[in-house]
């Protein structure tokens, strides 16, 4: 399983200049490569936790999807941590739907 921290790879995924960065301070976002997976998925974390509380990924539709996991802890997010993990989903889907459709036409060559 490969994981890879939003940033480098993605810098379209979010426009940081429309948000304050005081409000991502707590929130990491981690995009996940699985093989089990037809497309990758986000994991989202609070910043200094190892458990994700959010799993953002695509459904059979092509559409996000969210999974809360169960937690022994409250998660509790702002309006402004919500529409960061909501934007950077938004422009997560249709780059990961566009490489996987990247990639099959490139298999099927």
Known sequence: METQQVG?????LLDLEDLDNKYMKNIRIEKVG???????????????D???????????KKELSFK??????DILLDIYEWEYILETAKEFL???????????KFLNK
């Open 8 to 12: 480098g790879w993605m810098e379209l």
């Open 34 to 48: 699985d093989i089990n997976s037809e497309y990758p998925y986000l994991e989202i974390f609070k910043k200094n």
């Open 50 to 60: 190892d458990i994700p509380f959010l799993e953002v990924s695509i459904s059979e």
């Open 68 to 73: 809360f996991y169960a937690s022994q802890i």
């Open 94 to 104: 249709p780059q990961a739907l566009k490489d996987e459709d990247d990639y099959e």
